[in-house]
C-alpha cells in the first residue's frame, strides 16, 4: 500500500525500490520505519512505475501496476 505522510512524502513497500530503480541514498529523502521508503513527489514515483511496466517482466509490471493503482488513489 502507498500512503502520504503529514510532510508530503510518500511511503512505498520495499517491493518498489527495485521497480523504481532507486539504488543510491542520495535518491532517498528520507528512511522511514523498516520496510519503508519516502519519495519526494508522487509524480516522480508515477513516472518511473510506468517505466517499470514497460520495461519489467510480467510479474513485476504486474506490481508495478498494482503501485501505481495505490498511488493514484
Given at each position: ?41 508522487k509524480e516522480k ?29
Amino acid at each position: 500500500m502507498i500512503a502520504i505522510d503529514r510532510n508530503g512524502c510518500m511511503i512505498l513497500p520495499p517491493q518498489a525500490l527495485d521497480l523504481m530503480g532507486i539504488k543510491t541514498a542520495d535518491q532517498l529523502v528520507m528512511l522511514g520505519s523498516p520496510g519503508e521508503l519516502r519519495l519526494l513527489t508522487k509524480e516522480k514515483a508515477a513516472k518511473q512505475l510506468h517505466e517499470a511496466i514497460a520495461k519489467s517482466s510480467p510479474t513485476e509490471a504486474a506490481l508495478a501496476r498494482t503501485l501505481l493503482s495505490d498511488l493514484e488513489k
